[in-house]
């Protein structure tokens, strides 16, 4: 199949490895009364070059080990097919097969000459994995093959369970580029029919749903599909204390390949306001909402580093909370941010520094997702610390994107068979962490 690109906005990241290390629990715990699991994980690590979350889990026939990137986006897991991929288990999903259908695949690879191979197949459904960081895409195989997921964590992966016909797309090698070092492909979480949370309920018959603990960088922290109790040490437990809100569907898809009918695959969720210190800033509410083409509205990206705001609405964010900060030198701009402070001059707290909280109001004033300096302040080579927002332009195609530092060291759970998202708001008021994760 011929190559298709689609160069679109680079998407820029940074940070720091650390595969995540989870407690001992009894397999049997672990596992529905069937004798299959109740629930399934991935580390999450952040990688520190890059900033980009990344995760660890094993493939083919032999198992072998793969690295990839989290994404919240993109239609279903891919990775490189080109080079080194080994595996006597892997089979071509056919055009016009069931799987093929529900894939909305427009196109059949039908042209390979070669050897065959995952990347060299006939009469084979044809998928579009897109590297969301670089926001290139390719045409490429839908085939099947091993997963192989653990259902606990130790200093070793603990027991496992396996997909034997997991469906992914293969990707070409030059779509790594803009990778963590040593990623070979993107793992997607996305609401779409063949992404890990729908593909993995469907195959272990759990419950429709995932949780998200993003780490900090020299931390760990992790994905857990299905059915577990989201339990931290020091003995905290988060399983009936979490805020909702409603999961939004944008009517248009933000895919870099696309065709016309397709929703978008991301979360989305209605943010209706925003406050600085618990005062309300002035917004044009209308870039709040999702237009019918598809414009304007606020999703969760895990490629996004930092928090990006349209234009207007980054000026009314900065320009608040710089005249709730007035008392606190302030130090030169550091790209990409445009509001600095001295470092040596901000307070520390239990969570983060010391500066004025932000609220994100979502479906009425009561319910708000609080972020603290934690989670809104990065700290800089230089010593500056500042507030990390990026300005995203006067015309995005969506005018706020909660970014990966944002959502660093709170649980988040994505609840697609109820279509709401869980938050906790920061893990560190309750003397807690991602990296303190338990299962069980």
Known sequence: MARRMFPRLVVASTAALLLVVFALVSPCRAATSGGGPSAVLLPASKDDATQQYVTMFRQRTPLAPVKAVLDLGNA????????GYVSSSYARVPCGSKECRLANSPSCATTCNGAPSPACLNDTCGGFPENTVTRVSTGGNIITDVLSLPTTFRPSPGPVATAPAFVFTCGATFL????????????????ARFALPTQLASTFRFSRKFALCLPPASAGGGVIFGDAPYVFQPGVDLSKSLIYTPLLVNPVSTAGVSTKGDKSNEYFIGLTGIKVNGRAVPLNTALLAINKKGVGGTKLSTVAPYTVLETSIHKAVTDAFAAETASIPRAPAVAPFKLCYDGSKVGSTRVGPAVPTIELVLQSQSTSWVVFGANSMVATKGGALCLGVVDGGDAPVTSVVIGGHMMEDNLLEFDLEKSQLGFSSTLLFRQTNCNNFRLG
């Open 176 to 191: 790594t580029e803009g990778l963590a070092a040593g990623a070979t492909g993107m793992v997607s979480l996305s609401r």
């Open 76 to 83: 279903m897991l891919w990775v490189d097919c080109e080079a």
